[in-house]
């Protein structure tokens, strides 16, 4: 813990949506945020906004699409000489209506580079900052989605996740390859994609580090966010539609505020202090709604493939992955 007596938090993409409220309710619970965002002049805003007092965050640029903005993150925080008592990461884009795949400067499709690979990057070199930590209740948390189980009402939607045998991950995902698959891109699929190696690595982690570091690793899906950001490169109409639609018609509508409340309880709170759960409060909200421990999907729980898929992010992140087993 700092000297000034409040435990540290780092959340990605917290210049907008769940990521933004995650910290307000964090700030709110007492805790210093470190706010990891591309925008800085935007988080500065929405902070201000929230009337956030700037004595109890800070912030500093990440690019999760860049791995070496991923590098310069670390380096940057450990700078500011605050320990890290708990890492969550939110940040992630979609882009349903991309025809052609984006690469980002590291060669590697962007979808997939921002929400698993910088992500995963980060989780192992913040890894060796939680074990130094002094505080009693490290947590790693990671954000889920229904959509990356096809058992689920909300993943049962085509295209479904499926990460093959891992074939785009082993051909280093070198041009015409973008899908982790190695199928033909899918803007939506490689989104779907991505998820589900949020949740391998979070049960990855839970696997390899629990045990010896004591360090909790969950995932959460906070309910349908349905008016998030996220959506922000759908089509108009449909972002006008599905907040409607989850309110008036599946009864699935979560807003960005308790959903970030709900970030909050299980970055923090002794309900959630169960290593390698997936929290999720369902498909359909009621009053009091309690979130419950949820089976992943059968992609999500295949420990063979979380392993080869650990290994090989390794390699295009260049990390020593024999290090890490």
Partial sequence: MAQDGKPTVVITGTSSGVGLYGAKALLDRG?????ACRDISKMEKAAESLGMSPDSYTIIHLDLGSLESVRRFVQHFRVIGRPLDALVCNAAIYMPLQKEPLRGPDGYELTMTTNHLGHFLLCNLML???????????????????????????????PRPDLGNLEGFAAGFKDPITMIDGKDYEPVKA???????????????????????????????????????????????????????????????????????????????????????????????????????????????????????????????????????
């Avoid at 063979?304 to 020593?320: F, H, I, M």
């Fill in 191 to 325: 989104y779907k994609d991505s998820k589900v190696c949020n949740v391998l690595t979070m049960r990855e982690l839970h696997r390899r580090y629990h045990d010896m570091t004591g360090i909790t690793f969950t995932s959460l899906y906070p309910g349908c966010v349905a008016d998030t950001p996220l959506f922000r490169n759908h089509y108009p109409l449909f972002q006008k539609l599905f907040p409607w639609f989850q309110k008036n018609v599946t009864g699935g509508y979560v807003s960005q505020e308790l959903a970030g409340e709900r970030v909050a309880a299980v970055v923090a709170d002794e309900d959630y202090k169960q290593s390698g759960t997936y929290w999720s409060w369902g498909n359909r909200q009621k009053q009091g709604r309690q979130a419950f421990a949820q089976k992943v999907s059968p992609q999500a729980r295949d420990d063979a493939k979380a392993e080869r898929l650990w290994d090989l992010s390794a390699e295009l992140v260049g990390l020593p992955s024999l290090v890490y087993r």
């Fill in 31 to 35: 805790w210093h945020v470190v706010m």
């Fill in 128 to 158: 060796e900052d939680l074990k130094k930590s002094s505080y009693p209740d490290r947590r790693l948390v990671i954000l889920g989605t229904v959509t990356h189980n096809p058992d689920e009402l909300g993943g049962k939607i085509p």
